[in-house]
């Protein structure tokens, strides 16, 4: 083993001899691979590579994950982390990753471009219409598209973007929600223990096989659930936590609904959170030990049990207008949500049945294309703002970089670097990840543009995803593969 080698596991084991020596009661037991010893500790997220675990007197450790028993890593997944845990080929297996932090696990990628960019490896016209990013597990990937008037899943190889299968969600003729900005699903499909689900704009999920996409079952958020398409159809990707899939069908009957993974039967709906669905996807929050699923909805930030479905804390978003979009961040005891249409953002501070803000601002008014978090810092695009850098903790605005080819998209993060998508250009640029100042390190336009969304107001809205040194686009039918690590 080399000295590097060696001084990672030195450190694993001075962080477990010190959760060790303070006795946690009432906390998960964590074990060393190598060593074998056990040690009791409260866990609270994944982040990177590495588990976050919070002590009785307080003290936060992070320890390796790939370090940890195959038990352990596989406790993390089932919280919502530990993508590509223990190493091996890195998955995708859902929108944001499986942490929905929407980080790449990938490193020695290229810190800078050369002209004209990355090598292109290859081009898909098969995707048909529709925004859904991929899902990649496997030497797989998982898109949705509308085709023939049919809302479909396919599988793609992912070393050559030829079609593997495809089957159908549900009907999907552009009615039922507004197709003026381009038709088909908005959501990811989302993969788990050899299935994958999906839902489309008018609300049909499925579960298929991701072996040869035969269904299992199917529902739909409005007939089964008394939900309502919201005016831009269904655009959330399902969330898979355990042996249950947790969606949002909105409205009376409860909000938020858990289903059972491999049958579909109803295991609980949320009480006390009647909410219409909005755009955002649900994620995962461990507070004291306690979990719980945090979503977004028009005038409302809210928690439920994720046991009951009992609602346990909600926070008021008085800004929400027209469309409220980017999926939450959760990190050590706080939620942060923003949306655009001149809304903002803020930091909620969640502690027990308990939700206080901690700030609330205008900073960051992103519309669609998501933010990231990374060492205490936000990224993402501000509506009339441009790329923006906002702080965590206080929510100050770091710098901001607009202008042509920069204005408005989507925003990824992998190793060091943020991957960008201008969505009217169809742009891609790179940018360093850092506090102090707006770095470009290169860029290039796709090779080409989808004729589908011709006489629609739609732009490029699938977000990039960076995944075993491949960088993944799309643009309606086009999908595009590009090599990333050099």
């Known amino acids: 083993m080399n000295m590097r080698g060696y001084r990672f596991l030195n450190r694993m084991a001075v962080g477990l001899t010190l959760l060790v020596s303070c006795g946690v009661s009432e906390a998960r037991s964590w074990t060393d691979a190598k060593t074998g010893r056990t040690v009791e500790g409260e ?16 003290r936060v450790l992070k320890l390796p994950l790939g370090l940890l028993a195959e038990a352990d ?44 960019g990355p090598k292109l490896l290859w081009t898909s016209k098969v995707g048909g219409k529709g925004y859904s990013g991929p899902s990649i597990a496997g030497g797989k990937m998982y898109l949705s598209g ?14 050559r973007g030829d079609e593997v299968w495809s089957a159908d969600i549900g009907d999907d003729a552009g009615e039922g929600y507004n197709a003026g900005w381009g038709g088909g699903p908005r959501g990811t499909p989302t993969l788990d223990d050899g ?15 991701a072996s040869d996409g035969s269904k299992k079952w199917s529902k739909n958020l409005v007939d089964d659930f008394g939900g309502k398409v919201p005016n831009w159809g269904y655009s959330e990707s399902p969330l898979v936590d355990g ?53 977004l909805f028009m005038k409302n930030l809210a928690g439920v049990d994720a046991e009951s479905g009992d609602l346990i804390w909600k926070s008021p978003w008085k800004g929400g207008r027209t469309a409220v979009i980017p999926t939450p961040i959760y990190h050590d005891g706080h939620v942060y949500m923003c949306s ?28 669609h294309g998501g933010v990231v978090l990374v060492d205490g810092y936000l990224y993402g695009f501000s509506d ?9 903790k206080g929510g100050e605005k770091k710098w901001g ?12 993060y992998a190793d060091g670097m943020l991957y960008c998508l201008d969505e009217s250009e169809g742009s891609v640029f790179l940018v360093e990840a850092t506090p102090d100042g707006f770095n470009e390190r290169g860029r290039f336009s796709m090779p080409e543009v989808t004729k589908l969304r011709e006489g629609t107001k739609g732009k490029v809205w699938t977000h990039p995803v960076v995944i075993g040194g491949k960088l993944y686009l799309r643009d309606q039918d086009l999908v595009f593969c590009f090599d990333v690590k050099g």
Not at 77 to 97: L, M, N, Y
Not at 146 to 159: E, S
Not at 384 to 392: I, N
């Open 401 to 412: 970089e607009k202008g042509e080819g920069k204005s408005k998209g989507a925003v990824h």
């Open 146 to 159: 509308t085709r023939r008037g049919k809302a479909q899943i396919y599988c793609l190889d992912a070393a």
């Open 243 to 295: 042996d249950k899939l947790i969606v949002t069908p909105g409205g009376k009957g409860g909000a938020i609904v858990a289903l059972d993974k491999k049958s579909g039967r109803t295991l609980w709906r949320s009480k006390g959170l009647e909410d219409a669905a909005q755009y955002a996807s649900v994620i995962i929050a461990v507070v004291k030990g306690k979990k719980q699923y945090v979503q």
């Open 195 to 209: 299935l994958l689900y999906a839902i489309s704009a008018n609300g049909d999920l499925a579960c298929v096989d």
């Open 73 to 116: 890593q596989e406790f993390v997944k089932s919280q919502g982390g530990g993508v590509a845990a223990g190493g091996g080929e890195a998955d995708w297996p859902t929108f944001r990753g499986a942490d929905r932090r929407d980080h790449s696990p990938d490193k020695g990628l290229l810190k800078k471009w050369p002209e004209g």
């Open 340 to 367: 655009g249409y001149g809304a903002g953002s803020k930091l909620v501070k969640i502690d027990g049945d308990e939700a206080e803000d901690v700030w609330v601002n205008k900073v960051m008014k992103n519309h």
């Open 43 to 58: 866990y609270v997220e994944m982040e990177g590579e590495k588990v976050t675990v919070r002590q009785k007197n307080g």
């Open 384 to 392: 009339a703002g441009g790329l923006t850098c906002q702080e965590w």
